[in-house]
């Protein structure tokens, strides 16, 4: 069985500070992750993935995610969050089928 | 790039009608796409696994006779929604991979649909 759990379920942080976001899997084979961001009615846009090399990965809008196989863990970070950074993210494990977490509603104070 | 698109981005039917759902892959072909349906402030939770040429696969729970899924060619599958009540009202979002392994998946914008 495959599982993604996203701990926290809201992130309120100001503009300009960092962000950080949890993301754990369960999965008994080399797995495939994703984070994917979603504003409100709009579909999911992929900011970054993880197949297989560095640790450390690059995405678009300034994100960037560390796969730590030895905590099961995809956290994924940005240094310097702008409002537009408001939306729902959410961390995916392709396995058998691509699953989602629960996401995390990011919630950005001027 | 590889662009999926969705149509309708939104549609209200009366109960009891059915409603269509349009995915495309614009520009790659797509063997597999994906159908997800997602409530309020929830996650997206796998309907089916749309094959072309073959029958969709479907997630344990999902009514097969409720959702109807086509996917006549490689780069359009098909959601059509049948006898359609409030319950069904929801945001339905496709995707579709290359083929390739690993798969990445690339959304469409979503459909909300509101059954009245």
């Known amino acids: 069985a495959q599982s993604v759990t996203q701990p926290d379920i809201h992130i309120t942080v100001s503009e300009g500070a960092s962000l950080e976001l949890r993301c754990n899997y369960s999965?008994?084979?080399?797995?495939?992750l994703f984070w994917y961001v979603q504003s409100p009615g709009q579909g999911l846009q992929l900011l970054l993935k993880?197949?297989?090399?560095?640790?450390l990965v690059q995405g678009i809008k300034g994100f960037e995610a560390e796969f730590k196989r030895s905590q099961s863990s995809f956290n994924l970070r940005k240094p310097s969050v702008h409002w537009s950074d408001a939306a729902e993210y959410f961390c995916a494990l392709q396995g058998n089928k691509l699953t989602f977490g629960g996401g995390t509603r990011v919630l950005v104070k001027p | 790039g590889a662009v999926v698109s969705q149509h309708p981005s939104w549609v209200i039917c009366k109960s009891g009608t059915s409603v269509k759902i349009e995915c495309r892959s614009l520009?790659?072909?797509?063997?597999?796409m994906f159908w997800y349906r997602q409530f309020p402030k929830q996650s997206l939770m796998l309907m089916a696994t749309?094959?072309?040429?073959?029958?969709?696969?479907?997630e344990q729970g999902v009514e097969k006779d409720k959702f109807l899924i086509n996917h006549a060619s490689l780069t359009l599958s098909t959601l059509t929604v049948t006898s359609a009540h409030p319950e069904d009202s929801s945001f339905y979002i496709c995707s579709a991979d290359k083929g390739q392994v690993p798969a990445e998946a690339f959304f469409g914008q979503g459909t909300r649909l509101t059954v009245v």
């Open positions: 749309s094959n072309e040429g073959s029958k969709a696969t479907y």
């Open positions: 520009d790659f072909q797509a063997t597999t």
């Open positions: 999965y008994g084979a080399t797995p495939y």
């Open positions: 993880y197949f297989s090399g560095d640790t």
